[in-house]
C-alpha cells in the first residue's frame, strides 16, 4: 500500500469515527419527559432541594418536573423509618410533627438523585395531611 492509499484509508477511518460518534445515543440521561413513572405519584430526592411528593411530568438526566408537588419538611414512615418506607407504607398519620408543604404544579427540581414509585396506601396518607404553614 502506498502513502496516497494509506491517507484515504486514514481519511476514511476518521470520517466513520466522526458519523458514528455522532449517531451514538447519550444513555446517561433520560430522553426529556419520557420516563417509566410519568403520570405517576413519586417521591423525589434531590442533593439541595430537599424531598418533594408528586406527580412525574418529566425528567432529563436529573432535572425532574413534578405537578401536585408537596415538599416534605418533616415526615414520618407508617412502618419502619426511611423514605423508601414512605414510599411503600405511607406517612405516620399519628405523628402530629408532620411538615409538608401544599401543592404547587410545575414544580422543577434541578438536582434529583432518587425517584421512588409510591404505593396506594402512600398516596391515600398525603391526601389526610394538612399543608405545613410556617407562620
Not at 415538599?71 to 426511611?82: L, V
Not at 402530629?96 to 427540581?109: A, F, K, P, R, V
Not at 404505593?119 to 391526601?127: I, L, M, N, R, T
Request: with cysteine.
Amino acid at each position: 500500500m502506498d502513502k496516497q492509499e494509506l491517507l484515504i484509508k486514514l481519511v476514511e477511518m476518521i470520517i466513520a469515527t466522526e458519523n458514528n460518534a455522532a449517531t451514538a445515543k447519550d444513555t446517561t440521561t433520560a430522553p426529556v419527559g419520557h420516563h417509566v413513572l410519568t403520570g405517576e405519584m413519586v417521591i423525589i430526592r434531590a442533593r439541595d432541594a430537599g424531598v418533594h411528593f408528586g406527580e412525574l411530568v418529566s425528567v432529563n438526566g436529573r432535572h425532574v418536573v413534578l405537578n401536585k408537588s408537596r415538599r416534605m419538611y418533616k415526615w414520618w414512615a407508617a412502618k419502619e423509618s426511611t423514605l423508601t418506607a414512605v414510599a411503600k407504607y405511607g406517612l405516620n398519620l399519628k405523628k402530629d410533627s408532620l411538615n409538608i408543604q401544599s401543592e404547587i404544579n410545575g414544580q422543577e427540581i434541578l438536582d434529583a438523585c432518587e425517584i421512588l414509585p409510591c404505593s396506594a396506601e402512600c398516596v391515600d396518607s398525603f391526601s389526610k395531611v394538612e399543608s405545613y404553614n410556617e407562620q
